[in-house]
């Protein structure tokens, strides 16, 4: 059982940066694809970004591309989102999640929220205009 906890969120003003942090902990934290995905009120769970379990494979959605970047340090089972230029659109409820990945899809990762096994709780981003 891998539990996963998320930090970094908060108010902030349009065309600022924050950082997002998800720590992992209970299982071998290198097996698991991390992807980012948020939700807004009233809207679906949306992927934001996700990265292979070896780092090296990369991905982002259409909304963020170019403004954030989703990197991973397996020596402290953590996973980062990094937001610049944020937008009030980006307001909304981040997660992250772990999807297990034997080592024959050491490079893959998964867009869609159905293909994860574990979620945080989400840390709330508010960005005002």
């Known amino acids: 059982q891998v539990q996963l906890v998320e930090s970094g969120g908060g108010l902030v003003q349009a065309g600022d940066s924050l950082r997002l942090s998800c720590a992992a902990s209970?299982?071998?934290?290198?097996?698991?694809?991390m992807g980012w995905f948020r939700q807004a009120p009233g809207k679906e769970r949306e992927f934001v970004a996700a990265?292979?379990?070896?780092?090296?494979?990369?991905d982002y959605g259409d909304s963020v591309k170019g403004r954030f970047t989703i990197s991973r340090d397996n020596a402290k089972n953590t996973v980062y989102l990094q937001m610049n230029s944020l937008k009030p659109e980006d307001t909304a409820l981040y997660y992250c999640?772990?999807?297990?990945?034997?080592?024959?899809?050491?490079?893959?990762?998964?867009?869609?929220?159905?293909?994860?096994?574990?979620w945080g709780q989400g840390t709330q981003v508010t960005v005002s205009s």
């Open positions: 999640a772990a999807d297990f990945k034997p080592l024959f899809s050491i490079n893959r990762f998964d867009t869609r929220a159905s293909d994860y096994d574990y």
């Open positions: 209970g299982g071998t934290f290198s097996s698991y694809a």
């Open positions: 990265v292979s379990r070896s780092g090296v494979s990369t």
